[in-house]
């Protein structure tokens, strides 16, 4: 990549890390531009040249969120030097480390651009094959149960997803923590304890 690409990609980098902090901490229906561009140390004309709207912007911000916290989760599947449940115990801790991104504030997002509710829908179809073949390599491990189907399992996981729209989180980020702690390892474990 040469000088001016790499300038511009940092730049932009710069831009949807100021971005995706108000929008986090403001919402992002309260949260200009001029804003993003005056924390950013950009001018607005800049954001406008890289995003477009403001719209397009917050897309971009989510897509990246979405991207990067995907791969995240996809290194940790395909590491060999953990077993499934050390790799289960990993995911649930990088879930929880991202609990602080409040779920209603991708609702509020999502219900104001079916554009952007689109792209996540599709964000997530693309990338069922990984969590099938993930829940798969655990049955051949011995770590989950052989006789629940794999239509089951993706449709326990569509029920999570729908009803994560619905949680209420705390304005206390070690609740917020603890309880997607807890939320994740009910997922993975349920509610009883083995003997």
Same mark, same amino acid.
């Given at each position: 990549?040469?000088?001016?690409?790499?300038?511009? &990609?940092?730049?932009?980098?710069?831009?949807?890390?100021?971005?995706?902090?108000?929008?986090?901490? =403001?919402?992002?229906?309260?949260?200009?531009?001029? &804003?993003?561009?005056?924390?950013?140390?950009?001018?607005?004309?800049?954001?406008?040249?890289?995003?477009?709207?403001?719209? &397009?912007?917050?897309?971009?911000?989510?897509?990246?969120?979405?991207?990067?916290?995907?791969?995240?989760?996809?290194?940790?599947?395909?590491?060999?030097?953990? +077993?499934?449940?050390?790799?289960?115990?990993?995911?649930?801790?990088?879930?929880?480390?991202?609990?602080?991104?409040?779920? +209603? =504030?991708?609702?509020?997002?999502?219900?104001?651009?079916?554009?952007?509710?689109?792209?996540?829908?599709?964000? =997530?179809?693309?990338?069922?094959?990984?969590?099938?073949?993930?829940?798969?390599?655990?049955?051949?491990?011995?770590?989950?149960?052989?006789?629940?189907?794999?239509? +089951?399992?993706?449709?326990?996981?569509?029920?999570?997803?729908?009803?994560?729209?619905?949680?209420? =989180?705390?304005?206390?980020?070690?609740?917020? +923590?603890?309880?997607?702690?807890?939320?994740?390892?009910?997922?993975?474990?349920?509610?009883?304890?083995?003997?």
């Amino acid at each position: 990549m040469d000088g001016y690409k790499l300038r511009t &990609e940092k730049k932009k980098e710069q831009i949807r890390k100021v971005a995706m902090d108000l929008f986090l901490t =403001f919402g992002f229906e309260k949260v200009t531009l001029a &804003e993003i561009a005056k924390k950013a140390h950009v001018s607005p004309v800049t954001i406008y040249n890289h995003f477009g709207t403001k719209d &397009e912007l917050v897309r971009d911000v989510v897509h990246t969120f979405l991207e990067r916290e995907w791969e995240s989760r996809l290194q940790t599947i395909k590491r060999e030097d953990l +077993s499934f449940p050390e790799k289960v115990e990993k995911l649930i801790i990088d879930t929880t480390e991202i609990s602080g991104v409040n779920p +209603s =504030f991708l609702n509020k997002m999502i219900d104001n651009d079916p554009e952007l509710a689109l792209f996540i829908q599709d964000f =997530f179809q693309d990338r069922m094959k990984y969590i099938i073949e993930f829940f798969e390599e655990g049955k051949q491990l011995g770590y989950v149960d052989p006789d629940i189907t794999t239509d +089951s399992i993706i449709m326990y996981l569509n029920i999570l997803q729908n009803a994560a729209k619905d949680l209420q =989180f705390f304005n206390d980020s070690q609740k917020n +923590s603890k309880l997607g702690k807890d939320l994740s390892k009910l997922f993975f474990y349920g509610l009883l304890i083995r003997k």
